[in-house]
Nanobody, 127 residues
Framework: VQLQASGGGLVQPGGSLRLSCAAS?????????MAWFRQAPGKEREFVGG????????SYADSVKGRFTISRDKPRNTVYLQMNSLKPEDTAVYYC????????????????????WGQGTQVTVSS
């Protein structure tokens, strides 16, 4: 599965952005776990949140709970990350990732669990 992430940019603290992750080539995400990770300069890649495509269950890192929301658009085969109340510490390159695991009941927070990655999109939160 090839993933295409988009929607990053520069935003002031307290602002919002919505990232998108779409499957290319007409593929669907059926049976997949979809996740967002981020990596700030000099830091390790960290889990932001994820969703089980089939059932819609979501999971979030504590640092973004209540501010970020993951949703999916099945007809468009697209996953979104709505980011509200952005903080300077949210500045990072954001990546979408997927793993094929039909019947999964939990969402892995480990980057090594994911097989496919998008190219990353820069999010900068600064005044």
């Amino acid at each position: 599965v090839q993933l295409q992430a988009s929607g990053g940019g520069l935003v002031q603290p307290g602002g919002s952005l919505r990232l998108s992750c779409a499957a290319s080539g007409g593929r669907t995400f059926s049976g997949y776990t979809m996740a967002w990770f981020r990596q700030a300069p000099g830091k390790e890649r960290e889990f932001v949140g994820g969703v089980l495509w089939s059932g819609g269950q979501t999971s979030y890192a504590d640092s973004v709970k209540g501010r970020f929301t993951i949703s999916r658009d099945k007809p468009r085969n697209t996953v979104y990350l709505q980011m509200n109340s952005l903080k300077p510490e949210d500045t990072a390159v954001y990546y979408c990732a997927s793993r094929y695991l039909p019947g999964a009941l939990t969402i892995s927070t480990l980057a090594r669990s994911y097989d496919f990655w998008g190219q990353g999109t820069q999010v900068t939160v600064s005044s």
